[in-house]
């Protein structure tokens, strides 16, 4: 069994909506995309649920990508990379700390949690993120509205940094 550092990474436009005629892309600027990158670069696996395979670009990734979802997903063109599961958030973490690739390795798995707002709520709410960086959109407004506020209730803020129009938060999650 290794342990899984969680990193969620989400964009929100400026009232909180998470999409704009139901994807997130409008809302992301050239430095969040290449934050979005970065995060990838330093990650060993992607995890999304089923409603962001169905409507984001999941069709080739550069790591291994998990989906967890109730309903099989059909990715056109199929992602060699992807593995569906049906489970709880908690049952995948668990099947990750154990079954992830190599089964033998004592490093930490670095997973890169891509989820819309409800699995990454249902996340936090079980305390399986670890650390949430939070892009804000200064500018653009959509769908699809959250609360900032509760989403990040159980993390402090580490730093926080503008530019242009975006807000980048960097946030952990407070002891238990």
Do not use: W
């Amino acid at each position: 069994m290794r342990s899984v550092i969680a990193t969620a990474n989400l964009i929100v436009g400026k009232d909180g909506s998470t999409t704009v005629a139901g994807s997130s892309t409008p809302l992301s600027t050239d430095e969040d995309r290449r934050r979005f990158h970065q995060l990838r670069t330093n990650s060993d696996l992607i995890l999304i649920g089923g409603n962001t395979a169905r409507r984001e670009p999941y069709k080739r990734t550069p790591i291994p990508l998990y989906i967890l979802t109730h309903t099989k997903v059909r990715l056109a063109p199929k992602n060699q990379l992807a593995k569906q599961f049906s489970m709880t958030s908690t049952q995948m973490i668990n099947e990750i700390s154990n079954n992830f690739p190599p089964q033998d390795s004592k490093a930490g798995i670095k997973l890169l949690v891509e989820a819309g707002p409800k699995l990454l709520q249902q996340m936090i709410n079980d305390s399986l993120i670890d650390q949430l960086y939070l892009s804000i959109n200064l500018e653009k407004t959509g769908d699809n509205q959250i609360s900032i506020e509760e989403l990040t209730s159980t993390f402090k803020l580490i730093s926080t940094e503008v530019i242009s129009a975006c807000e980048f938060r960097y946030y952990q999650r407070l002891a238990n």
